[in-house]
């Protein structure tokens, strides 16, 4: 599996915006971005994936590099509820799209 | 509300036993995936079934194994416990088309003493 960075931790403002990077300098061209969160004792939740493209979605963005080796999530107006782990995973549709997860950035939002 | 269900919620059974998880995907994913979570492994992949078959594996050990059924759902069986399988096992499922999400259930937390 291709292999994502993400920095173990991120502190953000209550109602500021957060940037969440992730770098995949080794994603190949049938690679998917997802991106996951997982809240204190849940499962994780779905947040948002792109191929090549920037998207959006009522939950967040998701900023693509221009050589996919790296992305941006954002989050455009942090509350409280979105203090969890985030998880960048690349999806190798030739892998059956099995998702692996890594040890994620761990967001904590500050009132 | 994912619409994922698992069954139960929390189990705690004795080392050497075996236990069987339950889950329930969204009405007409035909993908099912199974994860361990514990403190110090994170979020490890086991399995991937799609329609009844076994479609990935991942980190799973002999002692542990699982099936999709007709009615798509899925168990996991986990026998001869050891102290070290306590965790966190979720279920996922995904329609299984292209780069769809994956929705997860909210969990069964065993607990072996």
């Known amino acids: 599996d291709a292999k994502t960075t993400q920095p173990n931790s991120m502190e953000s403002n209550e109602e500021e915006p957060v940037h969440l990077p992730c770098n995949h300098s080794?994603?190949?061209?049938?690679?998917?971005i997802h991106w996951y969160r997982q809240l204190p004792s849940q499962g994780p939740e779905y947040v948002i994936h792109g191929l090549t493209s920037n998207v959006n979605n009522r939950m967040a963005s998701l900023a693509i590099a221009e050589d996919r080796k790296s992305s941006t999530l954002i989050l455009h107006r942090a509350t409280l509820r979105d203090a969890a782990v985030y998880y960048c995973?690349?999806?190798?549709?030739?892998?059956?799209?099995?998702?692996?997860f890594g040890t994620g950035t761990r967001l904590t939002i500050i009132p | 509300d994912s619409g994922v269900t698992q069954t139960p919620k929390h189990l705690i059974t004795a080392t050497g036993q075996r236990v069987t998880l339950r889950c329930s995907p969204r009405s007409g994913d035909l993908s099912v995936y199974w994860y361990q979570q514990s403190l110090d492994q994170g979020l490890q992949f086991l399995i991937q079934?799609?329609?009844?078959?076994?479609?990935a594996k991942g980190n799973i050990l002999e002692r542990f194994s699982a099936q999709q059924f007709p009615d798509l759902h899925s168990e996991l069986n986990l026998s001869s416990l050891e102290l070290g399988d306590s965790a966190l096992y979720f279920c996922a499922s995904s329609t299984g088309q292209g780069a769809a999400e994956a929705f997860f259930g909210q969990g069964t937390r065993l607990t072996v003493v």
């Open positions: 079934y799609y329609n009844g078959e076994e479609r």
């Open positions: 080794t994603i190949s061209g049938t690679d998917y």
């Open positions: 995973i690349l999806r190798d549709l030739e892998e059956y799209e099995k998702l692996t």
